[in-house]
C-alpha cells in the first residue's frame, strides 16, 4: 500500500500562473482533505470531500478550486498563483469524515510562487 | 472559536531525560484528540487518538494522556531518532463534518 501519494514533490511558479496539485489514496477512504502549513500557523484545511462527489470549503479557501474526480483521487487547482500561496500543500484522508477517524497524509507539495 | 495551543514551541532534551509536550483546547463537541509526529520534509504521521478525559495511549517510548482541557504527550528515556515535531489537532462536530484543528507543534530535538 503506497497509501496517500501525491504529485508533483516541488513546483515553482510565477504570479499569475496555474496548476493542480494531485492526490491519489489507496486505503478505499472516503474522505479526502487539502491543507497548507506555514511557519507559525500549523496545518489549515483549505477545501475537503466528505465521499465522492462533495465537495466543501474549509478555512482558508480563496484562491483555490478542488476536484473529487473519483474515490481515489483529489485535486487541488490555483488559477491564478499569488506569492501568498507560497506554502506546503498537504493531502489526507480518512475512513470517514463522520469522525473520529484519523487522517493520513501524503508526504506534501512544496509551492513557491514568485 | 475552537483552539489550540502547544507548549513548549521547542523543547531540547539529552538523551534518556525525560519530559512532557502539552496540548491545551478550547473546544465545544470535542470528538477526537489526535497526536501526530512530523519529520523534516514530510507528511505528518498518526500516532494516537483520545476519545475522552482519563484516556491514556502508548506506544514505545510516547504516552499520551487526555484531561477535559489538555493533552499530555510523555516521552520516557528519548532517543535521538524521536527528534522531530509533535502536532496535536481536535476533531469537532461542525454540522455535516468533522474537521481538524491543529495546533502549531512543539518542535523537539533530542542530543546524545
Known amino acids: 500500500n503506497a497509501g496517500v501519494t501525491q504529485t508533483p514533490k516541488f513546483q515553482v511558479l510565477k504570479t499569475g500562473q496555474s496548476m493542480t496539485l494531485q492526490c491519489a489514496q489507496d486505503m478505499n477512504h472516503n474522505s479526502m482533505y487539502w491543507y497548507r502549513q506555514d511557519p507559525g500557523m500549523g496545518l489549515r484545511l483549505i477545501y475537503y470531500?466528505?465521499?465522492?462527489?462533495?465537495?466543501d470549503k474549509g478555512e482558508v479557501p480563496n484562491g483555490y478550486n478542488v476536484s473529487r474526480l473519483n474515490k481515489r483521487e483529489f485535486s487541488l487547482r490555483l488559477e491564478s498563483a499569488a506569492p501568498s500561496q507560497t506554502s506546503v500543500y498537504f493531502c489526507?484522508?480518512?475512513?470517514?469524515?463522520?469522525?473520529?477517524?484519523?487522517?493520513?497524509f501524503g508526504p506534501g507539495t512544496r509551492l513557491t510562487v514568485t | 472559536e475552537d483552539q489550540v495551543t502547544q507548549s513548549p514551541e521547542a523543547l531540547r532534551l539529552q538523551e534518556g531525560e525525560s519530559s512532557s509536550l502539552n496540548c491545551s483546547y478550547t473546544?465545544?463537541?470535542?470528538?477526537?484528540l489526535f497526536w501526530y509526529r512530523q519529520d523534516p520534509g514530510k507528511g505528518p504521521e498518526f500516532l494516537f487518538t483520545l476519545y475522552s478525559a482519563g484516556e491514556e495511549k502508548e506506544k514505545e517510548r510516547l504516552k499520551a494522556t487526555l484531561t477535559k482541557k489538555e493533552s499530555f504527550l510523555h516521552i520516557t528515556a528519548p532517543k535521538p531518532e524521536d527528534s522531530a515535531t509533535y502536532l496535536c489537532?481536535?476533531?469537532?462536530?461542525?454540522?455535516?463534518?468533522?474537521?481538524?484543528?491543529f495546533g502549531t507543534g512543539t518542535r523537539l530535538q533530542v542530543t546524545l
Open positions: 489526507a484522508s480518512s475512513s470517514s469524515d463522520r469522525g473520529p477517524y484519523e487522517q493520513y
Open positions: 473546544v465545544s463537541g470535542l470528538r477526537g
Open positions: 470531500s466528505a465521499s465522492e462527489g462533495t465537495t
Open positions: 489537532a481536535v476533531q469537532v462536530n461542525t454540522g455535516t463534518a468533522s474537521k481538524l484543528t
